[in-house]
């Protein structure tokens, strides 16, 4: 097993146990998940390792922070690893706690903008998000039953979760492209710009597929669906929403003409 | 854990092919002489476009049945290059019908489960753009429910005597062979079992006749296949005896993984992004933008699905998704286009946006029904994430 491995596991475990108190939003709660957090040295998973990193590479880094999504984490890990991957390479002294950045924050001359970071950020966090919100439906229409039966064995719910299956991976994929595009030098603008559109719709039908197989019970503060749905919600707009993102990738495909729309697709991505 | 869930539909990352890269240049360059004179209309034919000829000139190349072994006339070329001939082909509206079948599944099948004999018989044929093959699955009454198949096959002193119907056969009326599915022992209610494949030569087949079913565009595409006691020889069964159910299951695999699922109706966007182009309308920017990132997440899971059968692993969920998700896209395609331009669709209109949209309306009920019926793909992922 690598080093790489050994950490993303030892993360998983962290995360999952963090998430076992999800119900405790107090902010000693936070506090100590923080606490184990940076003693794993997560927050400078991004930071390379000239500028005090440890050398991991950016996209196994951006892995965790798709883990982190996954279990919806009641502190901004994935904020503070990008904001001191900017700070780095901004020449910027790292930050000694959480912390967070904005689109227009640090004036960059090499690398990606705060903006584009933000924007692959999000795309990781809803990813995981959405594998969650999966998984959930499954063990809930697996255990439920109504009419004698599971509710996943009814044709009609299969069917749904199929969809929702299908949005997920095609999250997931987009994910993946994002995650690419700003671990590569090249030009990551369209490429995330696809992947925001695209992850910004699978959320929405994603959520409303899960919301209605959950019944009611997805619905409560008691159920720990609505961690993973109201964040991808809030996610998707933030970073640029649709209508910037559509725009932008619209633009230049319009510009590209429809003779050259072709290969304008398959150069962008 | 979410991963256990996720590893049934997790698409492979496609890697940058050089090799492909390369080549797509050439393919480019090709097509642009070859249908030059090819019309927006004819364009939107997609994979039913047929040109014998055509298909001819792309099996001089080396382009058809290019991951195949040499000795069979490939060119043991990867998935990724095979990749990049098919959606070039298809993006530019090429008429590829003539190869179609036998290049993306006959063949592969063949070469998968026929003999030698069968294989130097076949595929140099196939990979040279002179043989076309058709699909011999569907029944008047065996449409999603392929094992309820009756066509049957029995066993003669020297072959096979077949009686049956096959329908919704397109171009049999211009294929050279079929990949037939039938039953070989049992009845239907043994359902998968005692089925088998037989290859059937389309001229030279006494009790065989192909008879015309026209489409509601008023093409000719379909056919029905009247088997009446037809005579096989011996050596037209492929594969096992009995083995039927399992091998077509493997040539659906192959039927639903490509570009061609998403791509049916990109000269109307093609069209569409045409009369737009000068357009400063943010909606239509956003609704382009939209396209567009479909088109771009559809292509990166069908690349991955290329990954992943170059590296030996099984993609039938993973295809069953892109099917799935690109009928879906390709059939939104039209009713987009009407809420950003107000043209009325005719086939026989001078303005090539008009035509095109009006051949894509009218030919969309079908891509969610051809190559396994939505409702049937969403089957295989609930199996997939382990709901049956």
Redo the contacts between chains.
Sequence with gaps: MSDWEMLRDAAGRLFADLAEDWRDESAAAAERAWAAIDEMGLPLALVPEDAGGFGLATEDALGLIRLAGQHALPVPLAETMVANRLRAEAGMQLADGPTTFAAGDFAVTSGHSALLWGAAMRSLQIAGALETILRLTILHTSERQQFGKPLSKFQVLQHSIAQLGAEVAAASAAADMATEAIAGSGDAQLPIAAARVRLGEAVGIATAFAHQLHGAIGFTKEHQLHRFTTQAWRWRDEFGGHVYWSQLLGRAALAAGGSGYWAFVTEAA | ??GE??DS???A?PPRHAGAEAL?VEV?AFLAEALKDRSPLERSESWNGYDRSFTRALGQRGWLGMTWPKQYGGQERSAFERYVVI?ETL??GAPVAAHWVAERQSGPSILKFGTEEQKQKYLPGIAAGELGFCIGMSEPDSGSDLAATRTRAERTADGWRVNGTKVWTTYGHEADYMILFCRSSGTPADRHAGTSQMLVDMHNTPGLTVRPIIDLTGAHHFNEVHFEDALLPADALLGTEGNGWNQVMSELAFERSGPERFLSS?QL???L??L??T?DS?L???????L??????????SR?VAAMLEGGQDPSV?AA?VK??GATYEQSMSEIARTLVDVEADLGSSSAYAAVLANTMANAPSWSLRGGTR?I???I??R?????
Excluded: K, W, Y
Aim: proline fraction near 0%.
């Design positions: 854990m979410a869930t996720m539909i997790r698409f990352n797509r480019r959606e993006a530019a990109v966007l093609i069209e992004i045409n737009l182009s357009s943010d239509a920017r956003a609704a382009i933008g939209r567009t990132a479909h088109l771009i997440v559809l292509r990166r899971l991955g993973q998704i799935d998700l409702e793909l969403r089957g992922i609930a997939g994430l382990g709901l049956r």
